[in-house]
């Protein structure tokens, strides 16, 4: 039997990454907007007050890196660090850190992007390419306001350019590896393979983070400017994402039949 577009819409409700008190809340002020504009405005309030509280954080987490008060830890840091280095952790912090450059990010949204799109997802891949993309220019746009020097505690395990605040690597691996375990997430039809998708991101992503500081190219605030920012972006194209497919449904139930995620399982 056929779903209805009400039906549709509830099973897309229970599938979807934002809390389900929240998602009632949006969807019962959207259902009370005069116009489809109000209505997107209502739901990207979730993507805004996430994108707000990482950027409140980040400002806080830049205004000590500035002010120099972070010094002493940042240092504590990498000097620790840079007496546990071994020839096979030194292979193994390389291999993590190549996944967050620029070019392999950009690969893999690509690849990634493509599979969505020849598989009817065309909202996430227009979203894993922004989210990707804007990424990039972001932190480009960023070392050039904040430009730290590099750290010199310890000789480089790697070469590195552009300045040092918020580190490229982290934030590229937050967002590319963040947003593609969200939307395979979104696929996963048993809970226990959602979870491991999300782990999975989770070990890449602190992978990549931690390679940046063992090969002495990042200091530890460096890092964590780059993943909070970087999450914080995230979130607000994972937020329009929701907000475009649930009002799409609204006008259109049929548009977005493909990109249902599949019914939720217990299991």
């Not at 840091?77 to 392999?104: C, K, N, Y």
């Not at 000789?155 to 937050?174: E, R």
């Not at 989770?202 to 990549?208: D, E, Q």
Request: charged fraction near 15%; proline fraction near 5%.
């Amino acid at each position: 039997m056929t779903p209805t577009p009400e039906q549709r819409s509830e099973r897309r409700l229970r599938t979807s990454a934002l809390p389900r008190p929240l998602l009632d809340l949006f969807r019962h002020a959207a259902d009370r907007a005069e116009s489809l504009f109000g209505a997107l405005g209502i739901f990207l309030i979730a993507g805004f007050a996430v994108a707000l509280a990482g950027t409140l954080a980040f400002a806080e987490l830049a205004e000590h890196v500035r002010a120099g008060s972070t010094n002493g830890f940042d240092d504590a840091v990498l000097t620790w660090l840079g007496r546990q280095h071994t020839p096979l952790l030194d292979t193994i912090m390389l291999e993590f850190t190549a996944i967050g450059t620029g070019s392999v990010v950009l690969m893999i949204a690509g690849i990634s992007g493509m599979f969505l799109y020849l598989t009817r997802h065309k909202y996430s891949a227009l979203l894993l390419l922004i989210s990707t993309a804007g990424g990039i220019a972001l932190n480009a746009v960023m070392k050039l306001g904040f430009h730290r020097p590099r750290p010199h505690i310890f000789a480089w395990g790697t070469n590195a350019v552009s300045s040092s605040f918020p580190s490229g690597h982290a934030m590229n691996a937050a967002i590319v590896f963040g947003t593609v375990a969200y939307l395979a997430a979104r696929l996963q039809k048993h809970l226990r393979w959602r979870i491991a998708t999300l782990l999975a991101a989770l070990v890449l992503i602190a992978g990549t983070c931690l390679s940046r500081m063992y090969l002495g190219v990042h200091y530890p605030t460096d890092v964590a400017g780059g993943v909070v920012i970087g999450l914080a972006w995230a979130g607000l194209c994972m937020a329009a994402l929701e907000s475009l497919q649930i009002l799409a449904m609204r006008r259109a139930p049929e548009i977005l039949e493909s990109e249902e995620p599949p019914p939720e399982n217990s299991d």
